[in-house]
């Protein structure tokens, strides 16, 4: 079995009276792509943003269980969620570039973690725009406002945004359901490309997009978890009923 | 063939609705036009260079209106010393900190409504009270300024939360994903984006507050200064109380009268300018924002 970075044990999320979430057990692989696939409202996003505490911002969440992640519980008191998400990246739905420049919108992660040599800050820019495949499309106007750039782009940046603090797990939401189907290649290239570095979770409703670029796949129904397995099993060999009649599309 | 005849009513209705829109637009650009007709054609005859940069002489029927104009310069800049730091703090306190539901926040969010209904001249006896009075200030710079900085306040603090609600959501969250905390993320994404939105109330309550008689009449103005106000607790003069001086005080109002409407189209001068870089402000914000 692959090494595992990053380990979700009886997992249950509460949203007030509601449970969202019911007793998820997975364990993430490091350096692969992870798809979380289901129909809407069945807690893909729930699920994700319980790994890097953005659910904390919402108002009445009870999260029960533990993640563990590099040796410890990311609930446990003694844990910064700030550093969870230093370490744990995310790249969201829509893209949201900030309303700075291309330059600094990558730059921000590492201003706000105290970085000040203009100097690594500039090669660091550099280097993520280059792994987000973006540079050869913005090298020649890094000043200029990232809203210039195309839904696609602007979902290049935001990666880029993502991995200039090095995580070392990326979380991302639906990243190309925005998009056409041009940007969509181009970014799911791209996450294949970052699995070197990066190990990623990655939320889909998208069949074809958790079948062309993940390795395992994760099958969400009403809160629960149906079935894991790689993604080529999964898709060719389900073993629940429920996984079957959700990719042969009885429902969804 | 269709027939035309139902449908001319509908159109003849239609016309009649639109001619009433029409005119009480043009009634309402009417008043305006008026109002500035017979202010600026009463008043422009007396000013002059001297009207702008020289003190009132011989019991305010001769000189100018210099020590007001510097008077009104400095309470309006006092009262956004006050209301700027109080009014952001608040409005980032209630919109991003407070939970929106909860009843101290509710009861707070009414108080600053109701703040904003209590006529000036309640603030004007409440500064007296407070700051000339009991923390002995004086009638001076520093009383009038607290007194319209707390005036403003609730229009501060209503535009600034109307500024940060307009930031989208999405920047805050990616801010946080990338490990910020909330302080950094207001900091560096919400107060940068909303802050041309800031300005255009901060200005919009200085042209308020450069306007109001009531509230510095008994905490800061004076009919007459002898020398233009040397520190925070010396009395001034300002544009709104010397026109009622004018008109209210002296035994010679054929001459004083003039100069009251000139002092009135330097006021509305000086509030229109005012406005005009709020919207100035607002047009270059839309400009710069595309979300």
Redesign the interface.
């Known amino acids: 079995m692959e090494e595992i970075k990053l380990q979700i044990k009886d997992l249950n999320v509460f949203f007030g009276e509601k449970q969202v979430l019911h007793q998820i057990n997975l364990n993430i692989p490091a350096n692969k792509v992870t798809a979380i696939i289901g129909p809407s409202g069945c807690g893909k996003s729930t699920l994700l943003r319980s790994i890097?505490r953005?659910n904390d911002?919402l108002?009445d969440v009870r999260v029960e269980g533990e993640i563990i992640f590099d040796g410890s519980n990311i609930y446990d008191e003694s844990v910064d969620p700030?550093?969870v998400?230093?370490?744990i990246?995310?790249v969201?739905q829509?893209p949201?570039?900030?309303?700075?420049s291309i330059f600094e919108n990558v730059a921000?992660?590492l201003?706000?973690?105290g970085w000040k040599d203009k100097k690594a800050i500039e090669e660091q820019v550099v280097k993520s725009l280059q792994a987000a495949a973006l540079w050869d499309e913005v090298k020649d106007r890094l000043h200029s406002?990232a809203?210039d750039l195309s839904g696609g782009q602007r979902q290049r940046l935001?990666i880029a945004?993502?991995i200039a603090?090095e995580p070392e797990i990326l979380l991302m939401d639906e990243p190309a359901s925005a998009l056409d189907p041009i940007a969509t290649a181009r970014v799911e290239e791209l996450i294949r490309s970052l699995i070197e570095k990066y190990t990623i979770v990655l939320v889909t409703h998208n069949m074809q997009e958790a079948a062309r670029t993940s390795d395992y796949t994760a099958f969400l129904l009403l809160g629960r978890l149906i079935e894991f397995g790689l993604t080529n099993q999964i898709f060719t060999n389900p073993q629940k009923k429920e996984t079957e009649d959700y990719l042969t599309g009885r429902f969804g | 063939m269709i027939k035309e005849e139902s449908l001319k009513k509908r159109y003849l209705v239609q016309n009649i609705w639109f001619t009433i829109f029409w005119l009480s637009m043009v009634l309402i650009a009417a008043v305006l036009g008026l109002i500035l007709y017979f202010i600026l054609s009463r008043g422009i005859k007396v000013i002059n260079w001297e009207f702008l940069t020289a003190a009132p002489r011989r019991g305010m029927t001769e000189g100018g209106i210099f020590p007001a104009i510097v008077g009104t310069f400095y309470l309006v800049l006092g009262s956004v010393v006050v209301s700027l730091p109080l009014g952001v703090f608040s409005a980032i306190y209630l919109t991003e900190y407070a939970?929106p539901g909860h009843p101290i926040v509710r009861a707070i969010r009414t108080a600053i409504h109701c703040l904003a209904g209590v006529p000036s001249v309640v603030f004007g006896l409440f500064g007296l009270a407070v700051f000339v009075k009991i923390f002995g200030f004086g009638v001076s710079l520093l009383s009038g300024a607290l007194t319209l900085g707390i005036m403003s306040l609730p229009v501060v603090i209503t535009s600034v939360e109307e500024a940060l609600k307009t930031v989208?959501l999405?920047?805050r969250?990616?801010?946080?994903?990338?490990?910020?905390?909330k302080w950094?993320t207001i900091w560096?994404?919400v107060l940068?984006?909303s802050l041309p939105g800031i300005l255009t109330g901060l200005i919009l309550a200085v042209g308020r507050v450069a306007g109001e008689t009531a509230p510095i009449m008994f905490t800061a103005a004076v009919f007459y200064a002898r020398r233009l106000p040397q520190s925070l607790f010396d009395p001034v003069m300002a544009l709104p109380y010397h026109i009622y001086g004018l008109m209210t005080e002296g035994t010679r109002p054929d001459k004083q009268i003039p100069l009251a409407y000139g002092t009135a189209v330097v006021l509305i001068l000086l509030v229109v300018a005012i406005d005009f870089i709020a919207i100035y402000l607002r047009g270059r914000a839309r400009r710069?924002?595309?979300?």
């Open positions: 890097n953005m911002f108002e700030v550093v998400r230093r370490r990246g995310m969201f829509v949201n570039p900030f309303p700075k921000y992660g201003r706000i973690q406002s809203f935001c945004r993502a603090v | 939970s989208p999405s920047f969250e990616a801010s946080l994903a990338l490990g910020a905390n950094t560096r994404v940068p984006s710069a924002r595309k979300w």
